[in-house]
């Protein structure tokens, strides 16, 4: 058996990053996440990386920027009023197809809310946040041990797709500890030849820009970065099913969340209801097929989220409203028990009968 | 088990200091001591003493913690309140001090009373299936962070070797001569060992100074998840 350790969720990102080959860290400190930098401070001048504390969230973001433009594996991490500042930053990045990795340890919103886990970003993550057409994947763990797994494979997709990964996690996952193992990091690794290293007067030189002064050439590279997206769509969606196989009432939840309602899905079937667990792994690419294909078996379905209703919208559109979605929610900090999601799940099989 | 008056759990973060100081807590008051603790943490504004406050309140332990502990808000101040525990000599205390060595920093506003009295114990928590302190090394190093932060020395070690729920005897077992070496390389004596109040069951004999320790179970412990409950992360 790989030796296990006992990890912070936080600290969990910061060494599976360093395993997937990131040495370069920029950020700036805020709660719930700060363990990260933290980790990074202590680690990585031990191993020739780069450490730095920027002035800003601004600042920082524009260094991963950089970082990316020259190849480098680099990334940054916040939490939601930070993500926010990055957020012009991430536009930049899209604009320029170079690989980013991005974590955003969510607390409470808006404005400077509070420092308890929410999932309050969920739009800002898979619909934009900064300006402009273009998409970030976006993973959302479940556990301490997915926090490192899905960090690896967030480099990896980055560099595979040029655009940026972000782990969209919660003050929860962030903070709890679990014991975990790295045997599973399996990284890949992907040649820049775009990437500005130099020419040593022996290429032509390379460009990372994110202005075209001809509208037509804007047009054309939007065009074929959407394209680059829909790749994503078809070959990464990542999504787990528990308990779906005779279900009639359907729960979907990511993160935190998920965890709170499978306990929930164990108890209703106890109680004899038939009831499975949808769990996007990737929010963006959003599991619309698993949705749709269960729509067609299931009558009702459950969001668990700990916002006022966001992928409740993506959930919807996935099974294009042909069946009841209700929403179970808490916000602020707050995180509903099992009890809350149980009376929802029996409220909602009770449209069944 | 032989108490000093003020009895002090410091470490790295996420070692399990909390729980340890909530348990030896319960432990004095269950002895008939007048006992009081202090949440020292104005670092981590997660995984509180305050999390306890029922237990505690239970017991008859005096719990001091920061004001805004368990808020929304993440604001680092002490209360004038925990200056009782230095000054009130009737009491017994237990000092709960933040992570690191910038927890630690906030513990040296009472070191020069504490070393005037003299009747304390500091006891440096140790778990080596933490990533940062998976050797004795490592764990020497965070302890003179610790000591430079704070101003004052280490006198005791606690073995907490621990996976969460799944600790098994071994876990513990396997990692004394890790505390062994850390003793030799500090000059301080392994004074306790701490395990959950299942695996302690299964320790009883086998190990020095033994304390079990009793954990809030949390609601997102998976089904599938099989061991003793862990401690619950945040407050719901």
Redesign the interface.
């Known amino acids: 058996m790989a030796e ?5 969720g936080n ?1 969990a990102i910061a ?1 599976a990053a360093i395993r997937a080959g990131c040495r370069h860290y920029f950020g700036y400190p805020i ?2 996440q700060t ?1 990260i930098a933290a ?1 990074m401070a ?1 680690k990585m001048p031990k191993i020739g990386g780069v450490f730095l504390q920027a002035e800003s969230e601004i600042a920082s973001i524009n260094m991963v920027y950089g970082a990316a433009a020259a190849g480098m594996r680099v990334m940054t991490s916040s939490s939601s009023p930070g993500i926010s500042l990055k957020g012009e930053g991430l536009s930049y990045i899209a604009g320029s197809d170079v690989p980013a990795f991005v974590v955003n340890v969510q607390r ?1 919103g808006p404005g400077l ?5 929410s999932q309050s970003d969920y739009f800002q993550a898979t619909k934009g946040g900064g300006h402009g057409d273009y998409r970030m994947i976006v993973l959302a763990p479940a ?1 301490v041990q997915e926090m490192a797994s899905l960090t690896v494979k967030g480099f990896n997709l980055a560099d595979k797709y040029l655009m940026t990964a972000m782990i969209l996690a919660d ?2 996952i962030g ?5 975990i193992t790295f045997e599973d990091v399996e990284v890949e690794t992907y040649d820049k030849p775009w990437a500005l290293t130099g020419t040593k007067m022996q290429r032509k030189h390379n460009i990372v820009n994110s202005l075209y002064l001809k509208p037509d050439e804007l047009e054309r590279k939007n065009f074929e970065r959407y394209e680059r997206y829909k790749t994503v769509e078809e070959n990464e969606v990542m999504v787990e099913e528990y308990m779906m196989e005779d279900a009639e009432v359907c729960v979907v939840a990511f993160g ?1 969340a998920s ?2 309602a ?2 929930a899905v ?1 108890q209703a079937r106890k109680e004899g209801v038939k009831v499975g667990l949808i769990r996007p792994i990737t929010l963006w690419p959003f599991p619309k097929k698993v949705l749709r294909q269960a729509a067609e078996r299931v009558k009702s379905f459950v969001c668990v989220e700990l916002n006022m209703g966001q992928m409740i919208e993506d959930v919807r559109l996935a099974i294009e409203c042909s069946r009841p979605v209700s929403l179970c929610n808490r916000t ?4 509903p ?2 009890d809350q999601v149980l009376a929802s799940i029996r409220e909602a099989q009770k449209g069944v009968n | 088990m032989n108490h000093k008056r003020i009895t002090l759990f410091a470490g790295h973060y996420g070692s399990g200091k909390t729980n340890i100081a909530v348990n030896y807590a319960l432990l004095l008051s269950r002895e008939g001591k007048k006992t009081a603790i202090a949440d020292l943490d104005i670092v981590n504004p997660y995984f509180r003493t305050k999390d306890s406050a029922a237990e505690l309140a239970e017991a008859g332990v005096d719990l001091i913690s920061p004001q805004f502990a368990n808020s929304n808000v993440d604001l680092p101040a002490l209360p004038a309140e925990a200056y009782r525990l230095v000054e009130d000599k009737s009491l017994f205390a237990v000092m709960d001090v933040g992570g690191d060595d910038r927890g630690a920093y906030a513990l040296g506003r009472y070191t020069p009373f504490i070393l005037e009295e003299n009747n304390y114990r500091m006891a440096f928590v140790a778990n080596p299936c933490r990533p940062l302190t998976r050797t004795p090394e490592e764990a020497l190093e965070v302890m003179r962070e610790i000591e430079a932060a704070g101003g004052l020395p280490f006198t005791a070690i606690v073995n907490n070797a621990n996976l969460a729920h799944e600790t098994t005897p071994e876990t513990v077992l396997e990692a004394i001569p890790y505390m062994e070496r850390l003793s030799l390389l500090s000059g301080l004596p392994v004074w306790m060992t701490s395990a959950e109040e299942s695996v302690a069951a299964k320790l009883a004999g086998k190990v020095p100074g033994l304390l079990p320790i009793k954990l809030q179970r949390k609601y997102f412990d998976l089904p599938e998840q099989k061991g003793p409950p862990q401690a619950r992360p945040l407050f719901g």
């Open positions: 296990r350790v006992l990890m912070k600290e060494e709660t719930p363990e980790y202590k409470g809310g509070g420092i308890q886990p556990s003050g929860t903070q709890m500890m679990e014991p935190i965890r709170v499978k306990n164990v602020g900090g707050m995180i028990d099992p």
